[in-house]
């Protein structure tokens, strides 16, 4: 019997046909559709664990994930062979021989994710699943600078959603860049790990920053109270895209 390999996979989809990515039960899910496509592939009933369980309608430029196969596929040839086998809207862009201790989810050392709003008095007929549409006329420059308060490490319990079950709400920000170009306006957010809904409700915030129904030092105010009636809403799902997984550098190349 051929030994056990683990293959690291970069995987982007459109999330908005999918209750997330994690397996359901009676709902379709990213997991789900590349278990199904190895299965087909291998033969094999292989488990595919993602480095982020993005939720119902987050997309996905460079979600990472891995699997363990004793196929003789040559590991480079995965994505070709799984992207024959899988719906249009999921691809996997690469794929890879990882060390057999390599893991997806607890050897991420960052992750980047970025947040779309078409600020327009019209919503976009193109970019309806990728941008969450604001009519009122946002300030970005009042945004952008509020968002500076975020960077570095703080307790961020305010900016967990209810269900949160981290041990700890203490994380890191090393970047919160915001840049508006004509209609387009994009937030950038890195870090190690985020809390539930923690860039959704920065966005939301910041989106009320901008409207002017919060004051330009919310966010800090926040930090310090850690209060979640303190901030905005949640912004919509579909305006958020897992862009890049990080690991250590021997892990990544």
Not at 46 to 58: F, L
Not at 141 to 169: P, W
Request: glycine share 8%; aromatic share 8%; proline share 4%.
């Amino acid at each position: 019997m051929r030994e056990s390999r683990r293959i690291m996979l970069t995987v982007s989809y459109d999330g908005t046909a999918y209750a997330g990515w994690q397996r359901q039960l009676n709902a379709p899910s990213v997991q789900a559709a590349l278990e199904r496509a190895l299965l087909s592939l291998t033969g094999e009933a292989a488990a595919v664990t993602g480095a982020s369980r993005t939720d119902a309608g987050v997309h996905a430029l460079g979600q990472a994930a891995h699997f363990d196969t004793r196929s003789s596929i040559p590991a480079e040839k995965f994505s070709f062979a799984l992207n024959t086998r899988l719906p249009d809207d999921v691809r996997v862009v690469d794929a890879r021989l990882a060390a057999p201790d390599f893991h997806a989810r607890y050897g991420a050392r960052g992750k980047t994710y970025r947040y779309q709003i078409h600020n327009s008095p019209h919503a976009s007929a193109l970019y309806r699943h990728q941008r969450a549409h604001v009519i009122p006329t946002l300030d970005a420059a009042l945004m952008r600078n509020a968002g500076r308060d975020v960077l570095g490490e703080h307790d961020f319990r305010a900016f967990a959603a209810a269900g949160c079950e981290a041990k700890s709400t203490v994380r890191e920000i090393t970047e919160a860049g915001l840049r508006r170009d004509g209609e387009l306006i994009e937030l950038t957010v890195s870090g190690r790990s985020f809390l539930y809904n923690m860039v959704r409700i920065l966005a939301g915030s910041l989106i009320y920053i901008g409207m002017g129904k919060l004051p330009p030092d919310a966010l800090a105010a926040a930090l310090r109270s850690g209060n979640r009636l303190d901030l905005g809403f949640t912004a919509p799902a579909h305006g958020l895209t897992l862009m890049k997984v990080r690991y250590t550098a021997h892990e990544e190349n």
